[in-house]
């Protein structure tokens, strides 16, 4: 899908693409998964080539960013599906020509539609195709923010539900599995914010030497992309901790599960201790051979069978009193 927008004081509006021509006053044009005429059409209003998915996808640093006919491209990888329960990683390719400015995707992310929602508002600044790219870049990084709250607030729910669990109660093996593909999910998501956090730094060093500001003294281009530059800075280093956070609960959790191994066999190695001298003495008069006196006494069954519970509540005393129970 091709859409065509011109940039005023009041931001980004919708300009009507006739007869698949893009108007002169056209100074942004969005590009989400464009068939080939839609490509063909963006590069034509360009003036030059715009990346083939393939090439979006490439990780190499001059496949994502270089500057040809004039025009400065730009990829990075931005977070999709987050709110589906479908975390991924997609391209978003910037193509900043001289005054025009043109956008690639193949994912709908929100920061895109929460920049678009309040690009019209004066404090965005999106008055010129600079402002556009420089106002999506802060879009992103609020985003990328706001996942990586998300991302916290549910490692410090695991937290809790790994550690603050009353003394009287023991982990249950189906809760632990639980606890572990939920903090697995965290992890592969704290992954992608990092990955995501580092194509953006990555593109705003790019950005900060090859974009040229039209306007230094008004538009501060310049300092918008410092702050946007010293905030992505300061989310990877919060990803970072929260990853090793991470790490440390999955350790934990693993640990809980080989203890709760350990005390099942634990108790069935104390029934096997206990019920072993029962189990030996009815094993002895259990034999069929001839000279047996005890086999002839009157009171030798009931003899046999207090000798069994007298041999199995010896151990069991034994065993709480060492508080192995």
Wanted: glycine residues 6%; contains cysteine.
């Amino acid at each position: 899908m091709l859409t065509a927008y011109t940039i005023g004081p009041n931001g980004p509006a919708d300009l009507p693409v006739v007869s698949d021509t893009i108007g002169p006053e056209a100074s942004w044009v969005d590009l989400f998964s464009p068939t080939a005429g839609e490509e063909a059409l963006a590069e034509a209003f360009l003036g030059t080539e715009i990346p083939t998915r393939e090439e979006t996808q490439e990780i190499e640093f001059s496949s994502r960013f270089y500057v040809e006919d004039g025009v400065v491209v730009m990829t990075a990888s931005l977070l999709s599906g987050v709110d589906d329960g479908e975390p991924a990683l997609t391209p978003f390719s910037f193509a900043i020509g001289k005054r025009k400015i043109v956008t690639l995707r193949y994912a709908n992310p929100v920061a895109f539609r929460q920049f678009m929602a309040r690009a019209a508002k004066p404090d965005m600044a999106c008055t010129s195709p600079n402002g556009v790219f420089v106002g999506l870049l802060e879009a992103f990084i609020d985003r990328t923010a706001d996942v990586l709250e998300r991302i916290t607030q549910a490692v410090d729910k695991l937290n809790g539900e790994i550690f603050m669990r009353r003394a009287n109660t023991r982990p249950n093996g189906r809760r632990l599995s639980v606890l572990i593909s939920g903090i697995g999910f965290q992890g592969d998501l704290a992954s992608k914010v990092r990955e995501s956090l580092a194509s953006m730094e990555r593109l705003i060093q790019f950005a900060a030497t090859m974009v040229p500001d039209p306007n230094p003294k008004s538009s501060g281009q310049s300092a918008r992309l410092k702050l946007a530059l010293r905030d992505t800075r300061s989310l990877e280093d919060h990803v970072n901790f929260v990853l090793n956070k991470i790490t440390f609960l999955l350790d934990a959790t693993l640990g809980l599960v080989t203890n709760e191994q350990n005390q099942v066999l634990g108790v069935l190695t104390i029934v096997s201790t206990i019920l072993l001298p029962p189990m030996l003495i009815g094993t002895i008069y259990g034999m069929n051979f001839r000279d047996m006196p005890e086999l002839n006494w009157q009171w030798a069954y009931p003899v046999a069978l207090g000798a069994m519970v007298i041999s199995a509540v010896i151990p069991f005393v034994y065993f709480k009193w060492r508080r192995w129970l």
